[in-house]
């Protein structure tokens, strides 16, 4: 994936996590759930480090499972909990936010698919259901391809974005 829809849909749930929240306090939602969204993806960090793509630390590997987003999530919702915040609301958009990047990475048309089930096992997994084309990595993102999957990417996640950054209706005057 070219990252748009993991952003939508990031930007989504900080939208229904932050609904009642002042426009400030929801849009610093709003961003955190996006960049946790897109938190499985800084394994792109093993090409640097010449992990393989296929090994379980290698791109689209454990950094995509089920497990590590409820790492993650457990994380954020302690965190929220000594901060004295809503910490299982925070924990479910957490994990939310981080397990759709892998699923969202296993609709795509290419690569070796996403390990959603590590540690249990290191086998990548297809949905049946791929309607993302998979991106060009690097500086691939610059061709005619590139360009090709932003926009099918912004298409098919339009309904998350409009969600997303749809003006939000104020509410009536009280007492009124």
Not at 46 to 70: E, N, Q, T
Not at 79 to 85: E, K, L, N, T
Not at 89 to 114: E, N, P, R
Request: aromatic fraction near 10%; hydrophobic fraction near 55%; glycine fraction near 12%.
């Amino acid at each position: 994936m070219a990252s748009f829809g993991h952003i939508a849909v990031g930007l989504a749930l900080g939208r229904v996590g932050a609904r009642e929240a002042s426009p400030g306090k929801r849009a610093a939602v709003m961003g955190a759930l996006a960049a946790l969204a897109m938190l499985p993806d800084a394994d792109v960090i093993a090409f640097v480090l010449r992990i393989p793509y296929a090994a379980p630390w290698g791109h689209r590997g454990a950094s995509h499972s089920f497990v590590i987003a409820a790492l993650v999530a457990l994380a954020v919702a302690v965190g929220m909990r000594v901060a004295r915040g809503p910490a299982l609301k925070a924990g479910l958009l957490t994990f939310a936010a981080v397990g759709s990047h892998g699923v969202l990475d296993a609709m795509t048309t290419g690569g070796l698919g996403a390990a959603l089930l590590w540690p249990f096992t290191t086998a990548r997994h297809f949905l049946p259901w791929r309607p993302i084309p998979v991106a060009p990595i690097g500086v691939g993102m610059l061709s005619a391809r590139g360009v090709y999957v932003v926009l099918v990417e912004l298409l098919l996640f339009l309904p998350f974005w409009g969600y997303a950054l749809w003006p939000r209706r104020s509410a009536p005057p009280r007492g009124r």
